[in-house]
């Protein structure tokens, strides 16, 4: 007997993974339905808001012009932090900008813009509903259950995010340790888009994004960052969530103490508060990267454990769309084939390592670990760095030794062993 579907797929997600996926399935002429429990998409969503944006012009020809995008990141600094000083690697490169490499996004106004583009391609979007369960017959996934509703499809995409607890309640993905995750603070804060020029050093769109180690997360492994928007600026912190709970600090107070930090709070002077929020980070790397495919599911994005953090940037649209590419590809080639297998969708996992999403997670899979287990990183690197541009700045009319003293003695003042550092810098260059 046939079965009977409401969809050729259900998308349960409209964020990036989840709309990305449904949109490229949609152009296809697939029935798509498009799942969001937020009453509008990106209601529910907080990212840093730096996006990687090169794939999204893949996707959808011209993102980067029509998208409501902030502005183009022309300039990256990295900061470490102290108390009572900062030492900065300010990079600026217009190439950044030809074209676009990424952009600063603000989700609230972004995931509409991308649901609108589903709906254009004839997916059904559904926004205000959420995924209680995956309906599973004779061992495969065929459709989900919101409230009464059952909603049938040979295929399922799992695009519901961090800790996906579609796939968690569905018994097809375990829990994650706490070490594999991050809690993410944030807020937006309003201010003319002049001042935003001239406290950054901007001109027109270009935009500036911090990636900040140090004092701005109390020594708790993370870190901060502060990205400029066209008239605000989204700024916040990542902590990963075992350190946090062995430290015993609250992650408000974390935020609270980083944007009243000397160096910060100048930026800021001023400001009007629009939004403020706490979200989960997939902080696993490519060891979260397990059960992503069984007979008529797939996860996508942060559901399967896409993002990337290595210190110098926190990727995790650019990976979400790029999972949602692989999985859309796997999908279209199913259901010509009427195979909704677990071994058909496997080749979800070979159009991963074929691409960028794929190599990028296994390029940087020790990543984690080295960010984990470097607690210098929060603390005395940074210390470490001023006290060497102390010493060779501040001319208090002791007699000046030359640099390799100079550096020698701040090293020793630091309390750090050459040799640990030597194992550091080991570590970075095999992790980064
Ligand atoms: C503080 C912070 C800073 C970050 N900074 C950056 C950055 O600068 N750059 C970057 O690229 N990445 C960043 N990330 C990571 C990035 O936000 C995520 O990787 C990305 O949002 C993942 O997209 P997604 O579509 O997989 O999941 P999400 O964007 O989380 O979307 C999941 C969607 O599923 C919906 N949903 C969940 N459950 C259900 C259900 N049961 N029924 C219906 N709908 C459901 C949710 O409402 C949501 O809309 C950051 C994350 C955080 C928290």
């Known amino acids: 007997m046939e079965e009977s579907f409401d969809f050729d797929v259900i998308v349960v997600g409209g964020g990036v993974a989840g709309a990305v996926c449904a949109y490229l399935l949609g152009k296809e002429g697939r029935e798509v339905l498009l799942i969001e429990r937020g009453v509008e998409p990106g209601s529910k969503n907080l990212s840093g808001g730096v996006f990687y944006s090169r794939v999204m012009d893949e996707i959808f020809g011209n993102f980067t012009a029509e998208a409501p995008v902030e502005r183009h990141i022309t300039r990256n600094v990295l900061s470490f932090m102290n108390e009572t000083s900062v ?234 769309a790029g999972s949602a590419q692989a999985a859309a590809r796997v999908v279209g080639e199913a259901l010509d084939a009427g195979d909704y297998s677990a071994e058909k969708l496997g080749s979800y996992l070979t159009y991963l390592d074929e691409g960028f999403v794929g190599q990028d997670m296994n390029t940087y899979k020790r990543a984690p670990e080295f960010l984990e287990t470097t607690p210098e990183m929060y603390g005395q690197t940074g210390e470490l760095m001023a006290d060497l541009f102390y010493r060779i700045y501040n001319h208090d009319l002791t007699p000046r030794k030359p640099l390799v003293k100079t550096a020698f003695g701040a090293l020793k003042a630091s309390g750090l062993k050459i040799t640990r550092l030597a194992k550091i810098g080991y570590a970075a260059v095999r992790a980064l």
């Open 87 to 320: 030492v900065n690697v300010d990079y600026w490169d217009q190439r950044l900008a030809q074209p676009v490499n990424a952009v600063s996004v603000l989700r609230a106004k972004m995931d509409p813009w991308l649901a609108e583009q589903c709906e254009e391609v004839g997916v059904t979007v559904m926004p205000g509903v959420k995924v209680d369960e995956l309906v599973r017959e004779d061992g495969r996934f065929v459709g989900v259950r919101a409230g009464e509703d059952v909603l049938r499809a040979p295929i399922t995409i799992a695009a519901d995010g961090v800790n996906s607890f579609l796939a968690q309640y569905a018994g097809v993905r375990k829990k994650e340790p706490a070490h594999h995750l991050g809690v993410g603070v944030k807020s937006v804060i309003k201010l003319p888009e002049e001042k935003i020029r001239e406290r950054f050093h901007l001109d027109g769109n270009e935009g500036a994004a911090y990636a900040i180690v140090g004092d701005c997360t109390q020594g708790v492994a993370g870190g901060g960052f502060m990205y400029t928007n066209k008239e605000s600026i989204s700024i916040g912190v990542v902590l990963m969530l075992g350190d946090l709970t062995k430290k015993k600090l609250s992650s408000s107070e974390i935020h609270d103490h980083m944007l009243n930090h000397p160096f910060i709070a100048p930026f800021l002077e001023d400001g009007e508060l629009l939004e403020y929020g706490c979200h989960l980070v997939a902080e696993g790397g490519k060891a979260m990267q397990h059960d992503l495919v069984h007979p008529g599911l797939i996860l996508v994005g942060d559901a399967a454990g896409f993002t990337l953090n290595t210190g110098f940037t926190v990727r995790g649209m650019d990976l979400a």
